[in-house]
C-alpha cells in the first residue's frame, strides 16, 4: 500500500468490494450473518476502520470455512451476533467510538473549566 492509497482510502474500498464478492460466494444465511456481523463491528471501528481489516478478513474466513463444512451459520456463530462481534473486537467492554469520543469530549470539557477556575 502506498503513501496515496492510504491517504484516499483507496486501499480500503479495495477491501470491502474484495469481501463483498468473496461474501456473495456463501449461502443465503452465510450472507445474512455476514451484514450483521458488519453491522455489529461498525461501532468498534477507529476513525478510518482500518482496525476493523483483519477482524473482517477473519470472520469471513470463519464464514467461508463453516460453509464449505457444511455447518449451519447458527452451530458456527450461535444466537448472539453482537455478542460475537464483542468478542472479536476485544471482548465486552471493549471502546467503541462513542466511548472515545466521550473521553474526548470529557477531557476537552476539564481542560476548559481548568482554565476558567484558575
Same mark, same amino acid.
Given at each position: 500500500?502506498? &503513501?496515496? %492509497?492510504?491517504?484516499?482510502?483507496?486501499?480500503?474500498?479495495? %477491501?470491502?468490494? %474484495? !469481501?463483498? #464478492?468473496?461474501?456473495?460466494?456463501?449461502?443465503a @444465511? !452465510?450472507? =445474512? =450473518?455476514?451484514?450483521q456481523?458488519?453491522?455489529?463491528? &461498525?461501532? !468498534?471501528?477507529? &476513525?478510518?476502520?482500518?482496525?476493523?481489516?483483519?477482524?473482517? @478478513? =477473519? =470472520?469471513?474466513?470463519?464464514? %467461508?470455512? #463453516?460453509?464449505?463444512?457444511?455447518?449451519? $451459520?447458527?452451530? $458456527?456463530?450461535?444466537? @448472539?451476533?453482537?455478542? &460475537?462481534? #464483542?468478542?472479536? #473486537?476485544?471482548?465486552?467492554?471493549?471502546?467503541?467510538?462513542? @466511548?472515545?469520543?466521550?473521553?474526548?469530549?470529557?477531557?476537552? $470539557?476539564?481542560?476548559?473549566?481548568?482554565?476558567?477556575?484558575?
Amino acid at each position: 500500500m502506498n &503513501f496515496w %492509497e492510504r491517504i484516499t482510502g483507496s486501499d480500503l474500498t479495495r %477491501e470491502a468490494k %474484495e !469481501y463483498e #464478492a468473496r461474501a456473495g460466494r456463501l449461502p443465503a @444465511d !452465510y450472507r =445474512a =450473518a455476514w451484514e450483521q456481523i458488519k453491522i455489529n463491528l &461498525f461501532p !468498534y471501528a477507529g &476513525f478510518s476502520g482500518r482496525n476493523l481489516t483483519p477482524i473482517l @478478513d =477473519a =470472520a469471513l474466513g470463519l464464514l %467461508e470455512e #463453516a460453509s464449505a463444512e457444511g455447518q449451519n $451459520v447458527r452451530e $458456527v456463530l450461535g444466537d @448472539d451476533i453482537p455478542g &460475537f462481534c #464483542a468478542a472479536l #473486537a476485544g471482548g465486552q467492554g471493549a471502546w467503541t467510538y462513542r @466511548d472515545r469520543w466521550r473521553q474526548q469530549l470529557n477531557e476537552n $470539557v476539564a481542560r476548559k473549566l481548568s482554565q476558567l477556575g484558575g
